[in-house]
């Protein structure tokens, strides 16, 4: 429904009368936001930015391969021996809105952040890493921010994982009302590891387990078969409730 929800926005921007520029690019970033999580079985912190972790700055295009249909990602890999970066599936429903949406954003080089920071001082901070402070006020008078970050080809932070908890957040709350086939219950929102587990779940339950394991990137079929032991539970006792009234026919 969310992604539904998503692709009529993304829809309404491109018909009149448009929407401004800044909020298609907007709508565009969230449909794509919305379709990684619930696709591609990433976890929150493998693409968006995670504060006090400086190997977690977000993915950038240059980890995306859109006609291979991967993301490269920085996976939970505790084994020192063991390269930490994983190849995340990545469908072409999703390919295709990542491209539509790369379009829109323009990014001027493949370092740029797949997800970029609205956070003004973050990306103020970025361009004072490079410039002194009274450089970058002068700078200012003439130019946006984002106008001297492009400028410069200096990729601004990332989207943090609370910054991406919010948009999905503020997405669900818009839900509301939005379509007479939806209940919404405005005490719950969608989280970026209730997405990765929701597709799990779906394909587990169809009777896919190997496309879940692969796709959650577990290590081995007993991690997907103990994260979804609900499911096993909830099919064992439909089995056993037809044998015992077969059995007593």
Known sequence: MTLRFCRDRVDSALTPPQVPPKLRLERYRDRVIVTILSLTGVRGAEVFAVSRDNRRNGITWDDVDLEGNTI????????????????????PRAASALEKYKRVL???????????????????????????????????????????????????????????????QRLLEQLDGAY??????????????GARRGIGHELYKKGHAEVAQKSLRHTSMDVTDESYQDIQ?????????????NASD
């Open 233 to 245: 539970a909830s099919e064992t006792a439909q089995a056993v409730d037809e044998i015992l009234e």
């Open 180 to 193: 007479d086939d939806l209940e919404y219950d405005p005490g719950g929102y969608l989280k970026p590891h």
């Open 72 to 91: 490269t990602v920085l996976g939970k890999v505790r084994r020192e021996d063991k390269d930490p970066y994983q190849q995340a599936q990545l469908p």
């Open 106 to 168: 323009k990014p001027p080089t493949e370092e740029w952040p797949v997800f970029p920071t609205n956070h003004y001082p973050s990306k103020k901070q970025a361009l004072v890493d490079e410039f002194s402070e009274a450089r970058i006020e002068t700078m200012l008078k003439r130019k946006s921010i984002d106008e001297l970050l492009r400028e410069h080809e200096m990729p601004q932070p990332s989207l943090s994982t609370n910054g991406a908890r919010s948009i999905l």
